[in-house]
């Protein structure tokens, strides 16, 4: 079972701010978050990841509370491109041989 | 970063014949790799751990003598899904894990590959 919960979908416009949360209330204490991207017909793409406070890139910030049950995806100024299925990950990346569970995904719609 | 390349995209056949997917780490080590399988408008679904000169753990309810995994060495995976049948047709994708890597990003994924089975 995946060992997270997100919205089904969202929509938003081009141009806006797009914050997307996930519920993770049984996270261990190894585990990252992790948030992939994927398009139709494409492998995953990784967006960020992180194990607390916030981590910003050069496409996206997460923020990650201080009990870690949740985290939130933030998108700014979303283009059209932007149109995808978001994934949120809880797993220990640094070690074990666990194979990624994905959830169910969001899927983002991005309208002009 | 890190790049697993994955082959075919795609591949149309007929049913009762073997498809080869072949998942390559391309600058990096792999140990461990992981293969998917997702339906259309569905998320991906594990299907099997591959290891690197070991035998492959498979999730439950995938069948071992139906997608036979080998993982010869330390860049390459292949799956074979034997004599294959059209409910078998679906997208299939490989992951692969850098955990020597510098990055913070440690799972790599292939493009997948398509299966359409006739």
């Known amino acids: 079972l995946a060992k997270t919960t997100q919205p089904i979908s969202m929509d938003s416009y081009e141009g806006q701010e797009v914050n997307i949360t996930c519920s993770h209330n049984?996270?261990?204490?190894?585990?990252?978050i992790t948030w992939y991207q994927q398009f139709p017909s494409q492998g995953p793409r990784f967006i960020i990841q992180?194990?607390?406070t916030k981590v910003t890139n050069e496409v996206a910030s997460l923020f990650i509370p201080a009990d870690r049950k949740s985290s939130t995806l933030s998108l700014p100024r979303v283009s059209l491109s932007d149109t995808a299925v978001y994934y949120c990950?809880?797993?220990?990346?640094?070690?074990?041989?666990?194979?990624?569970?994905f959830g169910k995904g969001t899927h983002l719609i991005i309208q002009p | 970063g890190a790049v697993v390349s994955q082959h075919p995209s795609r591949v149309i056949c007929k049913s009762g014949t073997s498809v080869k997917i072949e998942c390559r780490s391309l600058?990096?080590?792999?140990?461990?790799m992981f293969w998917y399988r997702q339906f259309p408008k569905k998320s991906l679904m594990l299907m099997a751990t591959?290891?690197?000169?070991?035998?492959?753990?498979?999730e439950q309810g995938v069948e071992k003598d139906k997608f036979l995994i080998n993982h010869a060495s330390l860049t390459l995976s292949t799956l074979t899904v034997t004599s294959a049948h059209p409910e078998d047709s679906s997208f299939y994708i490989c992951?692969?894990?850098?955990?020597?890597?510098?990055?913070?990003?440690?799972?790599?994924f292939g493009s997948g590959t398509q299966l359409s089975v006739l």
């Open positions: 990950l809880s797993w220990d990346s640094g070690g074990g041989a666990d194979g990624l569970t």
């Open positions: 049984n996270i261990a204490t190894n585990d990252y």
């Open positions: 992951s692969a894990r850098d955990l020597a890597g510098q990055l913070n990003e440690k799972l790599f």
């Open positions: 600058d990096f080590q792999a140990t461990t």
């Open positions: 591959s290891n690197e000169g070991s035998k492959a753990t498979y």
């Open positions: 992180g194990y607390k």
